[in-house]
């Protein structure tokens, strides 16, 4: 009997047990299932793409490299044989001025200057010379020696502002330069006076005082720049010595039968009959136009007469008989003044004034003074340097 109760005792107990078990197990299950069906808040709240935080640093845009600037060009070789031929149309406005030379210059300049028309500073100087010319053109009468330096001036100050330097020293010089040619062209024309007069002021203003002042400071003003031209004038004869120099240096394998070389001269280079040839500027007197039957008519004389002076006329087809003479243009006579005589030679043209050594060298017992190396035409060429004391 005690054995069956303990028995059941046994068995109620396990029976307790295994119920207290079930239970723990059925509400651990409830609470992990009400666990699982509830909202777990998110570690990290959902962010709009608006609202993105930006990152630490952002990577710039590799900058554009700059433009490199346009290597400068040196003028075409149209612009030069245009300068070249203003140099020259100037250069015989020296010794003779008509009315044609002055308009075939005039045009040389409105070329050139339509040419260089982005380049305000050139045609500054461009158009101060085309309005001075055409000052001259109209008066023809009242043209006097200043002009003419104002455009010779001018023209070195083309050249000048062509070159292509780039210090800044340079550049100064040359802006100073352009401001002395428009300085002296405001002194060459004056004060201007008006055609008609003006209509009448409402109020009268007493007449200034200050006036003959202010046109004196013009005067010491323009002054001024004269000497500083004079010294620019110096400074670019300079330079052509020594571009001559360099010239004739890079030309020496033409030279190799010369005896030596003379001292710098100043040549003025023309030509006659096709030919090129030279004579020393400070001997020459003036040019004169004539007629085209002028050589027919005397040249079986040996001395003409030309307003107040005797004038000995050369031929150069008897000193130099083996060249070949074919005339190009219409015919000048060039007089020449040696040793108190007058003589006088039929050029075609006058093209260049050079500050040069010649050559000192013998051509057949030609009566030469020496020979100097040039380009022209893009070509190289000798020049033989006449002796006038031999012809």
């Keep these: 009997m005690e054995k069956n109760l303990r028995e059941d005792e046994i068995k109620e107990l396990e029976e307790e047990i295994d119920s207290a078990v079930d239970r ?41 490299p700059s433009p490199v600037p346009p290597v400068p060009q040196p003028p075409p070789s149209s612009y ?18 008509t009315d044609e030379k002055l308009r075939k210059t005039r045009e040389a300049i409105k070329t050139l200057h339509e040419s260089f028309e982005p380049r305000t500073d050139i045609g500054s100087v461009l158009g101060l010379m085309d309005s001075l010319l055409g000052q001259m053109i109209a008066d023809e009468e009242n043209i006097h020696p200043p002009m003419i330096k104002f455009l010779l001036d001018a023209k070195e100050t083309i050249k000048l502002l062509l070159k292509e330097e780039t210090e800044k020293e340079f550049t100064l010089y040359k802006q100073l330069a352009r401001e002395g040619i428009e300085a002296r062209f405001t002194g060459l024309a004056g004060p ?36 500083f031209f004079e010294k620019a004038d110096g400074v670019l004869r300079q330079m052509e010595q020594h571009l001559s120099r360099l010239e004739k240096v890079h030309q020496e394998p033409l030279n190799s039968s010369g005896k030596g070389k003379l001292p710098l001269m100043d040549i003025t280079v023309f030509k006659a009959y096709g030919k090129l040839y030279g004579v020393e500027s400070q001997k020459i007197m003036k040019l004169y136009k004539i007629p085209s039957s002028f050589e027919d ?59 040069i050594s010649p050559e000192d060298r013998e051509e057949n017992g030609k009566p030469l003074l020496g020979i100097i190396h040039w380009v022209y035409q893009a070509h190289p060429v000798e020049v033989p340097i006449l002796n006038f004391r031999k012809l």
């Design 192 to 227: 201007k006076q008006p055609s008609s007069p003006g209509p009448p002021l409402l109020r009268e203003e007493p007449i200034s005082e200050k006036a003959p002042v202010e046109w004196k400071r013009v005067e010491e003003m323009l002054t001024q720049w004269n000497e």
């Design 297 to 355: 008519k005397y040249a079986h004389r040996s001395k003409v007469r030309l307003r107040d002076i005797d004038v000995t006329l050369i031929d150069l087809k008897k000193n130099f008989p083996v060249e070949s003479w074919h005339p190009e243009g219409p015919s000048k006579l060039l007089t020449i003044q040696e040793e108190g005589e007058y003589k006088g030679l039929i050029v075609e043209e006058i093209l260049k004034r050079l500050t």
């Design 80 to 97: 030069l044989k245009l300068i070249d031929q203003i140099e020259a149309q100037v250069l015989s406005l020296e010794w003779e001025i």
């Design 24 to 64: 723990l197990f059925v509400e651990k299950r409830k609470g992990l299932s009400e666990s699982l069906f509830q909202e777990s808040p998110s570690l990290s709240p959902s962010v709009e793409p608006s609202q993105q935080p930006h990152r630490a640093f952002d990577f710039e845009p590799s900058p554009t």
